[in-house]
């Protein structure tokens, strides 16, 4: 018989894109206030992987990715993709938004992202959101799984993300070692 443990806290990631580097900043300074200060930064970068989002959000969208200094209780993803959500919705413009915020978190094996839309890979948490694993840890690097977004499958997120998961690894140390 397994005993139920409780896991390690994991790490708490964001995409955010949009049309402008101005709502970017302010939603970043908006997850900031909701979540503790970020630890990493991307630097501005192309969203130009598909062009779903430009009917509802212009054609030059622009990205930036971050990861939160606190940990998080994973079973809190769907709150935060509620609150992410109204962040979206608060922003709008005409039904149209004017920034794309995709909260997700790393731990030791793999990257899960929130998503309200369910799929085959896509377990059900609750209220209506869904956990989408993106990515796994395999062989000291994270890899893309056949279903994996173009955009988190390429080498640069690749790259960035497993410098992520290292300061991940060492915060669960350090906490480790303030817990004896």
């Known amino acids: 018989m397994s005993k139920p443990m409780q896991t390690p806290p994991v790490k708490l990631v964001f995409s955010v894109f949009g049309p402008a580097t101005g709502i970017l900043n302010d939603t970043i300074n908006r997850l ?3 979540y503790g200060q970020p630890d990493y930064i991307s630097e501005q970068m192309p969203f130009d992987y598909t062009d779903y989002y430009h009917p509802e959000m ?3 969208l622009v990205r930036r990715f971050l990861s939160m200094e606190q940990l998080i209780r994973p079973e ?4 935060i993709k509620l609150a992410t959500n109204e962040i979206e919705n608060e922003t ?3 039904h149209h938004r004017l920034v794309n915020i995709d909260p997700g978190y790393l731990s030791q094996a793999h990257l899960i ?3 309200g839309k369910g799929y085959t ?7 209506g959101i869904y956990a989408d694993l993106t990515l796994i840890y395999q062989g000291k ?5 056949p279903w994996t977004y173009p955009d988190y499958a390429d080498e640069k ?3 960035m993300l497993n410098a992520i998961r290292s300061r991940y690894l060492l915060q669960l140390r350090v906490a480790r070692t303030d817990i004896k």
Do not use: I, N, V
Not at 76 to 79: A, I, N, Q, R, V
Not at 121 to 127: E, K, S
Not at 141 to 145: D, Y
């Open 76 to 79: 809190t993803l769907p709150d």
């Open 58 to 60: 212009g054609e030059k």
């Open 92 to 94: 709008a413009m005409d």
């Open 157 to 159: 997120q690749l790259t």
């Open 121 to 127: 890979h896509r377990p059900y948490l609750r209220d």
């Open 32 to 34: 900031s206030a909701l």
């Open 113 to 115: 992202l929130a998503t």
């Open 141 to 145: 690097k994270f890899c893309a799984l």
